[in-house]
């Protein structure tokens, strides 16, 4: 089949790098890939396995590197905070409080994808005259090679580090207007400020492509200072004033031997591979108002109630990656975007009815009319501004006094974020030959073409909408309530991003071409021979479908001496996820899928069941639970198929080993133990809690960034125990 899922997976390459020798001076033509040996001084035999190619995973044959193997489950974090809240009766009718809260975070993940080698369809070429190839390495390779070494763990990895602060202030007034009605305000400043580095990230060089800055490539591109005289110092190529390779930017390039384990100078890892920086400040100002009360005595079956308000909300967003320290920042493998910022204004009024028809039956409505400009920082940018209106209607039926009826309908809305609006809009043109490359014409028999592509944020984006419908019943008899709830979440105008995790160029053309007209907006040139720009941005394009029923049920014992026991269940079951990416595809229904979605994906699937109970026991002062949750069997990718070897239907594209994933069965047990009485006015509490009780292990759900399960759904972790006090005064 197309995808196998196996045990004893690795990526293609080996502890010590792989080089498949040119046969001639063009290297037209190449040898099988051979293996260097720890000293990066000769080559031997290397057994691909099965299935290997590029930066996916193969199975079996040599070598154990596999990222995953290596890295942490969960990163080193430490966390500090503090809050303080203070209520003052002003009067008997007026109340004021004040808080302020404060929040520090250190996080540390080692190692995190960045210190990356030479992969790709190639790789990196070594030439024949490299100052590191040894003789035997020189007879191996008379015309050169193309070195590949995906991960070198032996030689450097990289670490992902983060710090956060976090501050709000808020002070707020409540009081009554009259005997039935009240009202509060509030305002609210907060800040976060955001700063993460990724140390030791590579540039694009390692994929064999020539980039501005080209740290790997030319380290690795390391020659005799006197060709001819082994004894002359070792220097990069591209230093070299009259050589065809020169480069002014590699000035101070440092030669770089990354073949074996103990070979490569710290100096010129340090130059080759550089820390990843971002910096992000977030303000938020909040000033807001609200009455609520009787609006009317109704006609016997209560007062009609009413609410009303307003919210004023400015955010403030500024993210910048010291580009004016690191010019080679374009020229990273992986980056976090380009600097950006700007502010969204938000101006909120809604105002809510209860309105009771009879003993048994209630209504309630409410909409909310929000306003919503977006400026960019960017020069020369407008400002956008979007009206739209949410709303939500409800109604309860009270049948009997055991058995009700409710239903909802609402119309929720997203506008879209700080990224999805300001990321900078870069364009690149893209030729035949170059990088990046030209665009498929689908109306010119496919036929390469040069192109502009426009990649970044975009300003024009509309609102998300979701109309969602719910209708369920309650049953509630003395000790025991249960109730089942139908839903149904209808989302239009789906924001799709660009680039990583988004939609490319291409697929905005063929979108186009097959019918998903939203995405023709975006291709100048669509329907003709000539396709001259694409604008490769977020979209409003794709659409959700979601229908389930949620059930919930609760069950209360009273027992001897005051204690209970309480029986508590909820859980849901999926029966659609319908999902049209409007790129002119038949919609996917993804429901039942346990398994993870692509990397850097933009939503999550999940199973068709999951559930979770719990049972507590009340004595006193003592409570303790035992809660356990339930993922129902699925499949691992709802657009692939099961073909077991030997099928006939393995020559198609989607066919796969073993399409399920096994349902899982986790129990936790927490408790708590008050040393003092309710009355007492000051209160020690011991805690505790156990999750994963029984330390399971998660089923195989392999997909995303090559990771082996779905983190989502299931824990990665283990038994973990966590225990303290709490002291109240």
């Not at 959700?544 to 029986?567: H, Q, W």
């Not at 595809?585 to 398994?595: E, T």
């Not at 008050?674 to 759900?701: E, R």
């Amino acid at each position: 089949p197309n995808y196998v899922v196996a045990p004893n997976g690795k990526y293609a390459t080996t502890e010590n790098g792989l080089i498949a020798p040119c046969l001639d001076a063009a290297c037209t033509t190449r040898g099988a890939q051979q293996t260097l040996n720890a000293a990066g001084t000769d080559l031997g035999s290397y057994d691909p396995g099965m299935w290997p190619g590029g930066f996916g995973a193969r199975v079996g044959g040599d070598g154990t590197v596999l990222a995953y193997d290596l890295s942490s489950i969960r990163p080193d974090e430490k966390r500090t905070s503090a809050l303080g809240h203070v209520d003052i009766d002003l009067s008997d009718s007026l109340k004021l409080s004040f808080e302020l809260a404060s929040a520090h975070s250190d996080s540390q993940n080692y190692p995190a994808n960045g210190a990356l080698g030479p992969f790709g369809p190639n790789g990196v070429f070594i030439k024949p005259d490299n100052a590191y190839l040894t003789p035997a390495l020189q007879a191996a390779l008379p015309f050169g090679g193309w070195f590949t070494r995906i991960f070198a763990p032996d030689v450097i990895s990289a670490t992902n580090k983060t710090k956060a602060d976090t501050s709000r202030f808020v002070t707020s007034l409540s009081g009554r207007v009259t005997s039935n009605w009240n009202w509060d305000g509030y305002y609210e400043h907060g800040k976060s400020t955001y700063h993460q580095q990724l140390i030791h990230n590579a540039d694009s060089s390692i994929l064999g492509i020539p980039v501005p800055y080209s740290f790997f490539g030319w380290a690795t591109d390391a020659v005799h200072s006197s060709p001819g005289d082994p004894t002359s110092p070792i220097v990069c190529r591209a230093t070299i004033a009259n050589d065809p390779a020169y480069r002014p930017l590699a000035a101070g390039c440092v030669p770089l031997n990354y073949f074996g384990v103990g070979n490569s100078d710290p100096a010129a890892l340090d130059y080759v591979f550089r820390t990843l920086k971002e910096d992000s400040d977030y303000t938020q100002d909040v000033l807001a108002a609200n009455f609520r009360g009787d609006l009317a005595k109704g006609w016997g079956a209560g007062p009609i109630s009413g609410a009303f308000g307003a919210e004023f909300r400015n955010d403030k967003s500024d993210v910048t990656h010291d580009m004016a320290n690191q010019p080679w920042y374009s020229s990273y493998l992986l980056n976090w975007g380009y600097d950006r910022g700007g502010k969204i204004d938000v101006a909120e009024a809604y105002g809510e009815i209860g309105v009771p028809i009879s003993k048994k039956v209630n209504t309630d409505f409410s909409v909310r009319e929000t306003r919503n400009e977006a400026t960019s920082e960017q020069p020369g940018s407008d400002t956008k501004t979007h009206d739209f209106s949410s709303w939500k209607a409800a109604l309860t039926y009270d049948a009997v006094n055991w058995f009700r009826l409710r239903a909802t309908r609402s119309r929720d809305v997203r506008g879209a974020g700080f990224r999805e609006l300001f990321l900078p809009r870069v364009t690149t043109p893209g030729t035949v030959g170059g990088f990046p490359g030209p665009i498929n014409n689908p109306w010119n028999n496919n036929t390469p073409e040069n192109y502009l592509s426009t990649t970044g944020g975009n300003p024009d984006l509309k609102p998300e909408v979701a109309d969602t419908s719910a209708f369920g019943a309650v049953f509630s008899f003395d000790r025991v309530r249960f109730s089942a709830d139908w839903y149904e979440i209808d989302l239009k105008d789906a924001i799709t991003p660009g680039g990583i995790g988004g939609l490319s160029a291409q697929q905005i053309v063929d979108a186009c071409y097959n019918g998903g007209t939203s995405a023709c907006a975006n291709v100048s040139g669509w329907g003709t021979n000539d396709i001259t720009s694409v604008e490769a941005t977020s979209i409003n394009i794709g659409e959700f479908l979601t229908r389930g029923i949620d059930f919930e049920a609760n069950y209360n014992v009273p027992l001897k001496r005051g204690d209970s026991l309480n029986l508590r269940i909820i859980s849901t079951y999926l029966y659609d996820m319908i999902i049209d990416t409007g790129q002119g595809n038949p919609p996917v229904n993804y429901h039942g899928q346990s398994g993870p979605v692509g990397a850097f994906g933009g939503f999550n699937t999940q199973p068709d069941w999951q559930a979770r109970a719990w049972v507590t026991y009340s004595h006193s002062r003592f409570t303790t639970t035992l809660e356990t949750d339930y993922v129902g069997s699925g499949i691992l990718n709802a657009q692939r198929f099961d073909s077991p070897p030997g099928a006939s239907t393995n020559t198609l594209i989607n066919s796969i080993s073993d399409n399920t994933v096994d349902s899982r069965i986790y129990l936790s047990w927490s408790g708590s133990y008050d040393f003092q009485p309710p009355s007492s006015g000051h209160q020690l509490q011991l805690f505790w809690a156990i999750n994963n009780l029984l330390d399971k292990d998660p089923p195989v759900a392999p997909g995303g960034n090559a990771f082996p399960t779905n983190p989502v759904f299931f824990d990665t972790i283990g038994r973990r125990i966590r225990a303290g006090v709490r002291l109240q005064f």
